[in-house]
């Protein structure tokens, strides 16, 4: 169903000559497909927003200007557990470019609701490396700097320059860089003072020059030590990550998940002695503040979950990190799951996991 009403007020063009474009609203709308982990719910009102103007559209609606809004970009990091009444915004802006081409950097431009992954993969076909360690990880560009995607060694925050967003209640553009993103280990303050209140709508990334591979983690020094190719090129670094991730974890496009489902804990070094003192097998990283790293998918697996499941919802069998939906799941059954997996770490290494996905 279209709305024609907004399309009422002209605005000033923002480079789309989309100004007297209709916004696009949809009703009743399944996000069964709009959500990697493939559970069902509905939005009440769904809006397809491709530009900044899109978004001014939606705050100057009568309707729709004032109402609570939800903003969805690749589904690739919620778990719904009912229909959602707020106001979906799910998020299309497209495009890639190269903005500029420095000495010591490639900034390069993506368009928020373009996939991730085809701009890592677009990059390295361009010559422009820096994003390999990124492969493959689900979601939208929109959607990478509100949890800070991270792998490998690699956090979107080393690869960013700044973003376009587009404030909700003023609907106003702004550009932002990091230091008002707060990026912390999967986390930003899109996830806290802007969550729900900026629609990012482009991000831009600098790609640093000289390429310099970051290749210390064991996964990829398991790669050079088999190959026997100790100076890889991008291209190799990017089919080594891509291999890697389609060896451990779940496909989304046939086994439905949203990646990792908790954080790795960090503790402190007593709490770590304490708990390595009766696990000391435990899996765990030194970071350079002298707090420690628990890989919680090596805690999850110790308290015998892999390959277990609550009604539709499992654990996957070669990462216990990864909740999945092993058909029909439903969002209760994923909460009930992942419920029954932090009692369990809880009771053994007293220590809770905190999910990583938004639960809506
Ligand atoms: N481990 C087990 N059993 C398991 C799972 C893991 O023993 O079932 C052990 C592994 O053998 C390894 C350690 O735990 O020694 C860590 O596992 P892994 O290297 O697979 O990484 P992770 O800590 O589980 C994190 C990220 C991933 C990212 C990888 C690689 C988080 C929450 N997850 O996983 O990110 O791909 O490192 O950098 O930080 C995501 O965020 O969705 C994601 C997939």
Redesign the pocket.
């Known amino acids: 169903m279209n709305d024609q009403s907004a399309a009422a007020a002209p605005r000033p063009a923002d480079g789309t000559a989309a100004g007297v474009r209709a916004l696009r609203v949809e009703s009743n709308v399944s996000l069964k497909p709009y959500n990697t982990f493939g559970l069902p719910a509905a939005a009440e009102t769904l809006v397809r927003i491709a530009s900044d103007a899109d978004v001014r559209r939606v705050v100057d609606h009568p309707q729709y200007g004032r109402a609570p809004k939800f903003i969805l970009g690749g589904g690739s990091n919620v778990v719904l557990t009912h229909d959602i009444r707020q106001v979906v915004l799910k998020i299309e802006v497209p495009g890639m470019r190269l903005v500029e081409e420095r000495p010591d950097a490639w900034i390069v431009e993506a368009g928020a609701g373009e996939s991730w992954h085809d701009v890592v993969a677009w990059t390295i076909a361009q010559g422009w490396p820096g994003l390999e360690n990124l492969a493959l990880?689900p979601g939208t560009v929109g959607a990478a700097p509100v949890q800070n995607?991270?792998?490998?060694?690699v956090e979107l925050k080393d690869r960013f320059e700044s973003l376009d967003a587009v404030d909700l209640v003023t609907g106003r553009s702004v550009t932002l860089r990091a230091g008002i993103c707060a990026f912390g280990y999967?986390d930003s303050e899109f996830k806290h003072s802007l969550a729900s209140r900026s629609v990012i709508t482009r991000v831009r990334l600098r790609l640093p020059r000289p390429w310099q591979p970051v290749l210390g983690?064991?996964?990829l020094e398991r790669r050079m030590h088999e190959t026997g190719n100790t100076h890889p090129t991008p291209q190799q670094v990017f089919d080594w990550i891509c291999a890697i991730?389609r060896a451990?974890?779940p496909d989304p496009a046939t086994i439905g998940n949203a990646?990792?489902f908790?954080?790795?804990p960090v503790v402190t070094p007593e709490q770590c002695r304490d708990i390595i003192g009766r696990d000391p097998e435990i899996?765990h990283y030194n970071l350079p503040d002298g707090s420690i790293k628990l890989?919680?998918?090596?805690m999850?697996?110790a308290c015998g979950w892999?390959g277990k499941s609550v009604g539709q919802a499992g654990v996957y069998e070669r990462?216990?990190?990864?909740l999945v939906n092993r058909g029909a799941a439903i969002g209760a059954e994923v909460m009930t799951l992942a419920r029954a997996i932090q009692e369990s770490v809880y009771g053994r290494f007293g220590i809770r996991l905190e999910p990583?996905p938004v639960v809506v």
């Open positions: 990880i995607i991270g792998a490998y060694g999967r983690y064991l996964d991730r451990k974890l990646g990792s908790f954080k790795n899996v890989a919680a998918g090596w999850i697996d892999k990462q216990a990190l990864v990583e």
